[in-house]
């Protein structure tokens, strides 16, 4: 394998001639002197050519080169390091011209364009950051999972039957009969907690949403959690609370100062309140009656975050007792106040970017619920067949990684934080 050195190690290699690898992302020149910056995986460096160095080969912008170079230490260069003296090979020509650079501060492309030409426009550093910061969040839902002994987890994405009631179900033909693509790993996680006390599992999901916002995808990435024996549905909510605290904290690193002012503290205790004093809350505020509503509209979370923020100075929000006819068949219901569920969603800064909750856990339980819903046994046998076999007292939640990353990085349109966003209208590129 050919060792070229990423950029961002340039400054412990000062005095020496390396070698680094990447695309041209930038040419200027100045008088007899041409600048180049090279752009690779970790970030720039600049390379200075002088007229008495071996003459340039023909370059543009996303030209594929190596070069090599004596490293040379350049205030005034992006990373403080310049090459010199620099031999350049070139590996591939892009076709010309190109739709737009991708080398300046700014992408002055709207969406579409941006969408359509991901390949390209993700190389923007800017753009590319998103990702760097949606990996190293993953990373940390990891780290701090595998730390409390959970087991991480790759369950089926085609199964028999739906497991969200609500959300819309993608159908597909599997063989000789019908089959879905998974709407959340949820009666897998369920299902898996009966073997391992408490797995974890970071994977694609896929909804037919037919609303075209800029919250919804139809495929997006579920961190996903559940944990067995516990007390109650606030053990979850403890738990998610120092999960989200790690996974910004390793994210952290990657902030740059336009981020840095509105990184978010998770505060040692995030504030809760219940759905039903959420609308009451709401219903005096709006001066409308509320009191039937089953579930949040979105201006009503938005309305919420702001009142979070101020109340509480907290980015965060929980709501927790949503309606049990507005949560899915698992979710346990309150013993003192049966209308009402022990789940949660948590708004960041104004949007729901987590759901969870307590599960029931007895098979009669179960039985009782998928009747009293008038939903049928028929092809959750395997599911069941857990709760048969003796399951505890159990909880969960699933994060949107493409929502938390958009509200984080204060990014208005979900697509923005999804590499190829899949929607109503595109499944391309
Ligand atoms: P829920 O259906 O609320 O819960 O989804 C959990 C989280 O996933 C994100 N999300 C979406 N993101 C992008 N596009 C969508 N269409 C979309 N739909 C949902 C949101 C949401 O909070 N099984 C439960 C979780 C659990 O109880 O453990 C579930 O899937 O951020």
Same mark, same amino acid.
């Given at each position: 394998?050919?060792?070229?050195?990423?950029?961002?190690?340039?400054?412990?290699?000062?005095?020496?001639?390396?070698?680094?690898?990447?695309?041209?992302?930038?040419?200027?020149?100045?008088?007899?002197?041409?600048? /180049?910056?090279?752009?690779?995986?970790?970030?720039?460096?600049?390379?200075?050519?002088?007229?008495?160095?071996?003459?340039?080969?023909?370059?543009?912008?996303?030209?594929?080169?190596?070069?090599?170079?004596?490293?040379?230490?350049?205030?005034?260069?992006?990373?403080?390091?310049?090459?010199?003296?620099?031999?350049?090979?070139?590996?591939?020509?892009?076709?010309?011209?190109?739709?737009?650079?991708?080398?300046?501060?700014?992408?002055?492309? =709207? !969406?579409?364009?941006? !969408?359509?030409?991901?390949?390209?426009?993700?190389?923007? !550093?800017?753009?590319?950051?998103?990702?760097? /910061?949606?990996?190293?969040?993953?990373?940390?839902?990891?780290? &701090?999972?595998?730390?409390?002994?959970?087991?991480?987890?790759?369950?089926?994405?085609?199964?028999?039957?739906?497991?969200?009631?609500?959300?819309?179900?993608?159908?597909?033909?599997?063989?000789?009969?019908?089959?879905?693509?998974?709407?959340?790993?949820?009666?897998?996680?369920?299902?898996?907690?009966?073997?391992?006390?408490?797995?974890?599992?970071?994977?694609? /999901?896929?909804?037919?949403?037919?609303?075209?916002?800029?919250?919804? %995808?139809?495929?997006?990435?579920?961190?996903?959690?559940?944990?067995?024996?516990? $007390?109650?549905?606030?053990?979850?909510?403890?738990?998610?609370?120092?999960?989200?605290?790690?996974?910004?904290?390793?994210?952290?690193?990657?902030?740059?100062?336009?981020?840095?002012?509105?990184?978010?503290?998770?505060?040692?205790?995030?504030? /809760?309140?219940?759905?039903?004093?959420?609308?009451h809350l709401l219903g005096g505020a709006l001066r409308e009656?509320?009191?039937?509503?089953?579930?949040? &509209?979105?201006?009503?979370?938005?309305?919420?975050?702001?009142?979070?923020?101020?109340?509480?100075?907290?980015?965060?929000?929980?709501? $927790?007792?949503?309606?049990?006819?507005?949560?899915?068949?698992?979710? $346990?219901?309150?013993?003192?106040?049966?209308?009402?569920?022990?789940?949660?969603?948590? %708004?960041?800064? =104004?949007?729901?970017?987590?759901? =969870?909750?307590?599960?029931?856990?007895?098979?009669?339980?179960?039985?009782?619920?998928?009747?009293?819903?008038?939903?049928?046994?028929?092809?959750?046998?395997?599911?069941?067949?857990?709760?048969?076999?003796?399951?505890?007292?159990?909880? =969960?939640?699933?994060?949107?990684?493409?929502?938390?990353?958009?509200?984080?990085?204060?990014?208005?349109?979900?697509?923005?934080?999804?590499?190829?966003?899949?929607?109503?209208?595109?499944?391309?590129?």
């Open positions: 394998m050919a060792h070229y050195l990423p950029t961002d190690s340039l400054a412990h290699h000062l005095g020496h001639l390396v070698t680094v690898a990447g695309w041209v992302h930038r040419i200027r020149r100045l008088g007899a002197m041409t600048f /180049v910056v090279i752009r690779d995986g970790r970030g720039v460096v600049q390379i200075l050519h002088r007229p008495t160095d071996p003459p340039l080969p023909p370059l543009m912008p996303e030209t594929v080169v190596k070069v090599s170079g004596l490293a040379i230490p350049e205030a005034r260069a992006p990373g403080g390091v310049e090459l010199h003296r620099p031999v350049i090979h070139v590996f591939a020509t892009p076709e010309s011209p190109l739709p737009f650079h991708v080398g300046g501060r700014d992408l002055p492309v =709207g !969406l579409d364009l941006r !969408l359509n030409e991901a390949a390209l426009s993700l190389r923007h !550093l800017d753009i590319r950051r998103i990702f760097q /910061v949606q990996a190293a969040l993953v990373q940390g839902f990891r780290h &701090a999972l595998i730390g409390e002994q959970f087991t991480e987890v790759h369950t089926p994405k085609i199964v028999a039957t739906a497991s969200e009631s609500g959300a819309d179900v993608f159908r597909l033909r599997y063989f000789d009969t019908d089959a879905y693509l998974a709407q959340s790993p949820q009666l897998y996680k369920q299902t898996l907690v009966g073997v391992f006390g408490r797995v974890f599992e970071v994977g694609p /999901v896929f909804r037919a949403e037919p609303h075209d916002t800029g919250r919804h %995808l139809s495929q997006y990435t579920s961190l996903d959690a559940e944990m067995g024996f516990i $007390e109650s549905h606030k053990d979850i909510m403890d738990l998610l609370r120092d999960v989200l605290a790690k996974m910004l904290a390793e994210a952290q690193p990657l902030v740059v100062a336009s981020d840095d002012a509105r990184w978010p503290t998770v505060p040692a205790q995030i504030p /809760v309140m219940h759905f039903e004093d959420a609308l009656d509320l009191s039937k509503e089953p579930d949040l &509209a979105p201006a009503h979370e938005q309305w919420l975050g702001a009142w979070a923020q101020r109340v509480h100075d907290s980015d965060l929000l929980f709501v $927790e007792g949503y309606p049990t006819i507005k949560r899915p068949f698992y979710t $346990e219901s309150d013993p003192d106040r049966p209308d009402y569920t022990l789940s949660f969603d948590l %708004l960041f800064r =104004g949007q729901e970017i987590v759901t =969870g909750g307590k599960r029931l856990h007895r098979y009669s339980d179960y039985r009782a619920a998928l009747k009293a819903r008038g939903l049928s046994e028929a092809g959750l046998e395997g599911y069941l067949a857990a709760f048969r076999y003796g399951m505890p007292p159990h909880g =969960g939640f699933a994060i949107g990684l493409e929502r938390l990353t958009a509200r984080l990085l204060g990014l208005r349109n979900i697509r923005e934080a999804t590499l190829f966003p899949r929607d109503l209208q595109r499944l391309r590129p």
